[in-house]
Every structure is written in structure tokens, then in C-alpha cells.
């Protein structure tokens, strides 16, 4: 009478009635739009973690540039100021060097003057004992006052002479 395909179709009939009295579809539709929600909340909540991670890249890299300028900028006012430092101390030791020499060469020719002083002095005292024992012996008491006198003289000219 009735053929298999009659009851397919019928047991196919009464599944699907079955599955909407038990309200499957509903149930399956709900979850499915329940997922759905849930999935475009779980992008949405992405999307601004995204946006925040963008913002917080953009400042720390902001300040990653800020601080990198920042630290040309020192490095360039350390290079000068040690250069500055370098030019003092080298001005400082060029004056300290030529004080030093301009000293030694005041000293040198102090102790040249003082030593032609000495020599000068003591050429001098052996001339004039020289001409003592010359002019004593040779010469008589009153000849030798006037030669003594006027060897005096020249003498005391010539030490001006010198000293001058």
C-alpha cells in the first residue's frame, strides 16, 4: 500500500513538526543570535583594545622620539662644554707654561746681572789693591793721594756708567 518513500517523507514531516513544537529552531536561533552578539561584543571590545594599544604606541613612541632629542641635545651641550673645558684648560696651561718660562728667563737674567755685579766688583777691589801695592811702591806719599784721588773718581764714574 504505502510504499518506503510515503513514510520518509511522513517520518520527515513529523520530525520537522516535532523540532518546531519543541521549539528547536527558536531555541537554535536564539542561541546562534545569542552567539552572534556575543562574538561581535568580544570584536567590538578587540577593536577598542586595538585603538588604545594604537594610542599608547603612538604616545610611547612619542616620547621615545621627544627622548631620543632630548638626548642629542645633551650629548651636543656635553661635546661643546667638554670642548670649552678643553680650550680653558689648554689657554691655562699655555699662560701657566709661558709665566713659568717668562720667570725662569726673569731669574736667568737676574742671576747673570748679579753674577757680572760680582764679577765686576770684585775685578774692581783686586784693580784697586793692584794699584795700591803699584802706586806705593813706586810712587812717592803725595803724588800718590793725587793719583789715589783722581783713580777714585774715575772709578766711582765708571761703576755709575755700569750700573746705569
Known amino acids: 500500500m504505502f ?31 545569542k552567539m552572534i552578539v556575543d562574538i561581535k561584543n568580544e570584536i567590538d571590545e578587540s577593536e577598542k583594545l586595538r585603538s588604545e594599544s594604537k594610542k599608547l604606541l603612538d604616545d610611547a613612541q612619542s616620547k621615545l622620539n621627544s627622548a631620543e632629542q632630548e638626548k642629542k641635545k645633551i650629548i651636543n651641550q656635553a661635546n661643546i662644554e667638554a670642548e670649552k673645558l678643553i680650550k680653558d684648560m689648554s689657554e691655562k696651561f699655555s699662560k701657566s707654561a709661558e709665566i713659568k718660562k717668562n720667570l725662569a728667563n726673569i731669574k736667568i737674567s737676574q742671576m747673570k746681572d748679579a753674577a757680572i ?9 783686586i784693580a784697586i789693591e ?9 810712587v812717592d806719599k803725595s803724588k800718590l793721594d793725587i793719583l789715589f784721588e ?15
Open 3 to 33: 510504499d518506503a518513500t510515503f513514510w520518509v517523507a511522513v517520518s520527515f514531516v513529523i520530525f520537522f513538526v516535532g523540532l518546531i513544537y519543541l521549539k528547536v529552531p527558536q531555541n537554535v536561533n536564539s542561541l546562534l543570535t
Open 117 to 125: 755685579k760680582d764679577v765686576k766688583d770684585t775685578s774692581i777691589k
Open 130 to 138: 793692584a794699584v795700591k801695592k803699584t802706586i806705593s811702591t813706586s
Open 150 to 164: 783722581k783713580n777714585l773718581e774715575e772709578t766711582k764714574i765708571e761703576l755709575k756708567k755700569v750700573n746705569s
